[in-house]
């Protein structure tokens, strides 16, 4: 009997907490403090609702710094998390590939109707860049590259946040114009910086192809080992091609990413013998909350803005 009474109590215990488990809203993601329960895919989508949306916000980022969200699979509590959210927003353009579908479902009907959004449907057409391989059928979802392109998200988040909290519309917008006025500045100090590296070596070759509005916006010629998707590996064509052109400009450094495996990069730079910078860049993600201080100046890493200086210094340091 004593036996007994122990463990019927731990089988309930145990009953209870798989029940519990079986159900997303569950899960404990955000607190019940009155401000608005948003959910975030990427590191950059995080950080663009944090800018704007301030202390009135609690966001919840589904992909944490040096995650690939390209062949991010959603987990239980990423579940849980748009469940709970009042608002999601995500980058789009097939970025989020295994996830985008499913989004846009949530977005067409139902009560999440005009509460799931991309911020990147706020840029007009004409701005996004059209791959010339793989994604044939779409744009080159790596907008942020670009702080100028990146800013045209600004008003998705903007008028998303506002439609559900009208009392701080107006701190929204505001919020929005300054942090547009930021990445104005951002993006002519990178202009700028880019300037120390004599024209013809402004060749940047990367682990894939997450740079092309990064050289519009700052004036290199890319290359990537692998397409605008990390999904598969380089082929020998590719890697034999990339090893040609490399020699053939005279290229002296090629980068590693945050988010890629870097065994690919480390081989082209042996068959090529050239460096891989020591220092990777950020391409699909932000980095690490570390405060960094370059040319007397401090950023953080985990923020946008962190990300883009830190890889204009890294890549400017490299090349020139």
């Keep these: 009997m004593k036996l007994y009474s122990r463990v019927l109590p731990l089988f309930s215990f145990l009953l209870i907490c798989l029940s519990s488990c079986s159900d997303p809203a569950s899960v404990a993601v955000f607190e019940d403090n009155g401000k608005l329960k948003v959910t975030a895919t990427t590191t950059m989508v995080a950080d663009l609702v944090r800018q704007i949306g301030g202390e009135h916000v609690q966001v919840h980022g589904l992909m944490g710094p040096g995650i690939d969200p390209h062949e991010y699979d959603e987990t239980f509590r990423d579940t849980a998390a748009i469940k709970a959210a009042?608002?999601?927003?995500?980058?789009?353009?097939?970025?989020?590939?295994?996830?985008?579908?499913?989004?846009?479902?949530?977005n067409a009907k139902g009560e999440?109707?005009?509460?799931?959004?991309?911020?990147?449907?706020?840029?007009?057409?004409?701005?996004?860049?059209?791959?010339?391989?793989?994604?044939?059928?779409?744009?080159?979802?790596?907008?942020?590259?670009?702080?100028?392109?990146?800013?045209?998200?600004?008003?998705?988040?903007?008028?998303?946040?506002?439609?559900?909290?009208?009392?701080n519309a107006e701190a929204y917008r505001q919020a929005g114009e300054r942090y547009a006025k930021q990445l104005e500045e951002v993006a002519k100090w990178g202009q700028q910086r880019v300037q120390e590296i004599p024209a013809q070596q402004r060749v940047l070759v990367t682990s894939h192809d997450a740079f092309h509005y990064y050289a519009r916006a700052f004036g290199f010629e890319v290359q990537g080992l692998e397409g605008l998707s990390t999904k598969g590996d380089a082929s020998l064509k590719r890697n034999k091609e990339l090893v040609d052109f490399i020699k053939q400009r005279g290229v002296k450094t090629i980068f590693s990413e945050s988010a890629v495996n870097n065994k690919g990069i480390a081989a082209i730079a042996r068959d090529a013998e050239v460096v891989v910078s020591k220092e990777e860049l950020y391409a699909d993600a932000t980095g690490e909350d570390k405060a960094e201080t370059r040319h007397g100046e401090t950023y953080n890493h985990s923020t946008y803005i962190g990300m883009l200086k830190h890889n204009v210094n890294v890549i400017v340091e490299g090349l020139k």
């Excluded at 608002?87 to 295994?98: D, K, Q, T, W």
């Excluded at 793989?134 to 506002?162: K, N, Q, R």
């Design 86 to 106: 009042d608002i999601v927003f995500y980058s789009g353009l097939h970025l989020e590939a295994n996830m985008q579908a499913t989004f846009e479902a949530m």
């Design 112 to 167: 999440r109707k005009g509460r799931v959004i991309a911020v990147t449907a706020a840029i007009p057409k004409d701005q996004l860049i059209t791959p010339e391989s793989d994604y044939a059928d779409a744009h080159d979802p790596h907008v942020w590259g670009d702080p100028s392109t990146w800013s045209m998200t600004i008003p998705a988040v903007v008028e998303g946040l506002s439609a559900l909290d009208e009392t």
